[in-house]
């Protein structure tokens, strides 16, 4: 049987990425990850919603020893979707030499990885974060990158140009990259959600533990550019970009693609403010959330949103799940994780 590996298949997106893989494919699925913000209880929870199973392999992508002990014996690998890297933007921006380590290494041992074992097809987690403050909005895959607000954005920009190169030297490399907007929200049956093993950073899960009296949410700043003067993002429901993985694995396993390197946006289009997403979780949730108004926070562009209509096009992708739908998942989820 064709094998899929999915790196940081215990993570957020992973984890609910491997669920829509066991749910919608035939492939015989390996979760490669080092649990640095996971835990294994996640491969229970997929384990649990999908009934069904799948093999794990504990190794830290920076490790080029640990690849090759344990994974160059593997054959018959279809493809690669390389979740894998450290996504905080406050964290990065502390600490920008552990996020250009962990998250090009990793990257330049698995296309090693690749190279050595002829693995013709890859996908890429990259980020929104990587056009900066466009100048226009909603941005287009053709949109010019800005400079990187922050070391994480830095390093899916410098991700994505090492994808290119390797793709221009390696003609029978399929990749495509999926610029992610901001993924939010738990499994619809509320059994699988974002589990940080640290606490959180992005918006939602702060605010579902603010309402749970775990956190305590602020607002980090008031007086932007943007309609009500709060950060504009556009928040796309987890399972809407595990959709689009799947999607993107068929695209490129039936050779769909007409060049080796494919770029897409993975968002619904619609901006929604920071004042917006409480405003809607409040709707949902029937609770008034607390909050305070800080300053701006380091790294945060002022509004990014998707123009989305090369994925839906190519990849046959469309998002499901709207604001509403995201927050009521992920309050879903909290409550379940206090019961
Ligand atoms: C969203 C907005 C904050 C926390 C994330 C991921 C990154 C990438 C893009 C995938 C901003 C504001 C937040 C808080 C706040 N995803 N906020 N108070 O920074 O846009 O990036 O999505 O690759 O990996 O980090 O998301 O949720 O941190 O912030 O006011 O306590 O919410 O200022 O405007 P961000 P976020």
Same mark, same amino acid.
């Not at 994974?71 to 279809?78: P, Q």
């Not at 900066?132 to 941005?139: E, K, S, T």
């Not at 769909?256 to 060049?259: A, E, I, L, P, R």
């Given at each position: 049987m064709k094998k899929i590996l999915v790196t940081g298949g215990a993570g957020y997106i992973g984890s609910h990425t491997i669920i829509e893989l066991l749910l919608k494919s035939t492939y015989e699925i390996i979760s490669i990850d080092?649990?640095?913000?996971?835990? *294994?209880a996640a491969y229970d929870r997929i384990r649990q919603i999908t009934n069904q199973n799948f093999r794990s392999i504990q190794l830290n992508l920076c490790d080029q020893n640990a690849i090759s002990q344990n994974?160059?014996?593997?054959?018959?690998?279809?493809g690669i979707i390389h979740f894998a890297a450290f996504k905080s933007v406050p964290d990065s921006v502390k600490d920008p030499i552990l996020y250009y380590h962990n998250n090009i290494e990793s990257l330049n041992n698995l296309l090693k990885f690749c190279e050595r074992k002829n693995i013709p097809n890859f996908i890429f987690s990259s980020s929104?974060?990587?056009? $900066?403050?466009?100048?226009?909005? *909603?941005?287009?895959?053709?949109t010019p990158l800005k400079k990187a607000e922050s070391p994480y954005a830095h390093t899916k920009q410098v991700g994505e140009e090492i994808i290119e190169f390797f793709c221009q030297a390696h003609p029978q490399f399929n990749a495509v990259m999926l610029r992610y907007f901001n993924p939010v929200g738990a499994h619809m049956s509320g059994l699988n959600g974002e589990m940080p093993?640290?606490? *959180?950073?992005?918006?939602v899960p702060i605010i579902t533990q603010t309402a749970v009296g775990k956190n305590s949410l602020t607002?980090? $700043?008031?007086?932007?550019?943007?309609r009500d003067g709060y950060c504009i993002r556009d928040y796309i429901h987890v399972t809407d970009i595990a959709d689009a993985h799947v999607k993107a694995l068929d695209y490129l396993v039936q050779k769909?693609?007409?060049?080796n390197l494919s770029l897409y946006n993975l968002g619904t289009g619609i901006g929604v403010s920071v004042m917006e997403a409480i405003a809607s979780f409040e709707k949902v949730s029937g609770l008034k959330l607390p909050y305070t108004i800080g300053v701006r926070r380091a790294g945060d562009v002022i509004a990014v949103y998707a123009d989305n209509t090369k994925a839906k096009s190519e990849l046959n992708w469309l998002p499901q799940y709207n604001i509403d739908d995201m927050m009521q998942s992920a309050w879903k989820w909290q409550q379940n994780l206090e019961a």
């Open positions: 080092n649990f640095s913000n996971s835990a *294994p994974l160059d014996a593997l054959e018959n690998i279809e929104c974060s990587v056009y $900066g403050n466009a100048d226009q909005l *909603p941005v287009t895959e053709q093993i640290s606490k *959180p950073n992005n918006l607002v980090f $700043g008031n007086d932007y550019p943007t769909k693609n007409k060049t």
